[in-house]
């Protein structure tokens, strides 16, 4: 967009033929109250302020309507309370989304299809706005993401889907953030300082021989609260327990018992 030219306000670049021509010297020197010289840009004398200021200030308006038609709006409707490991240009990421129209008819989504939609984020993988609206996103946030037609499927839409011209909305959960150039990591959470000698028993709260998978929530989050453990980053905080909770239940009864936990623990706990 080219940038606004506002003669009244003296932006812009002015020569002195210009202002010949417009009838009048190119310069009119005046006194300023420091004392010092100032130079006086003066309207032509054919030209009604009112009238020209008038013209600037719509032609204004119209530009900064067309600038916020063509961006992505992006409304944060979740942050998890630790996200530090965000997008970035070049990070894989998986994400479940919900595609509507702006009346909210759905028109696709990953969750009816039970798979997320996986890609590296600025690499022309998807459609602009999406490119755009996805970065700085950590694991588990949520955004609501409205993408005009230029930036996603613009006149020629997507046969029997996405009509020509169409503004669409995504509602959209990250599930993971991972840098390709890294190792994907085998330790999905880890003790910060010494490690626990018997964190079966710290676990089981009612001393029944056996944790729950509330019981192992619990104590992972209290963990992490109060800094003597740490999630892996970019992952869903829950996708993780999840799967150390899988891991260590062998027999998949939904509980861990003592013989099935791998964890630091006690051998007189049977």
């Not at 939609?117 to 993401?145: H, N, P, S, Y």
Request: aromatic share 10%.
């Amino acid at each position: 967009v080219s940038p606004v030219v506002c003669p009244v306000c003296g932006f812009g670049n002015r020569t002195p033929q210009a202002d010949l021509h417009a009838g009048r010297s190119a310069h009119t020197p005046i006194p300023d109250i420091s004392g010092r010289t100032a130079i006086f840009f003066s309207l032509p004398r054919n030209v009604p302020k009112m009238v020209l200021m008038a013209a600037i200030l719509a032609a204004v308006v119209q530009v900064l309507a067309g600038l916020s038609a063509e961006e992505v709006q992006v409304e944060v409707t979740f942050k998890p309370e630790r996200c530090t490991f965000v997008s970035e240009d070049g990070y894989f990421l998986r994400y479940h989304y919900n595609g509507t129209f702006p009346d909210g008819k759905k028109f696709d989504s990953s969750h009816d299809r039970g798979n997320t939609f996986d890609f590296t984020l600025g690499k022309g993988e998807v459609i602009k706005g999406m490119d755009q609206a996805l970065k700085g996103m950590c694991a588990g946030e949520r955004r609501t993401i409205t993408i005009p037609p230029h930036l996603a499927y613009g006149d020629s839409g997507v046969d029997g889907v996405i009509p020509s011209g169409a503004t669409l909305v995504f509602d959209v959960e990250m599930v993971e953030v991972r840098d390709p150039s890294e190792d994907i990591p085998n330790v999905l959470f880890w003790w910060v300082g010494e490690t626990p000698t018997n964190a079966f028993g710290d676990m089981d709260a009612d001393n029944d021989k056996i944790i729950t998978k509330d019981e192992f929530t619990t104590y992972c989050y209290e963990q992490v609260k109060a800094g003597t453990g740490s999630f892996l980053s970019g992952r869903r905080e829950q996708d993780l327990i999840d799967d150390m909770f899988h891991f260590q239940d062998q027999d998949g009864d939904g509980i861990i018992s003592h013989a099935e936990f791998s964890g630091p623990k006690e051998h007189d706990e049977l």
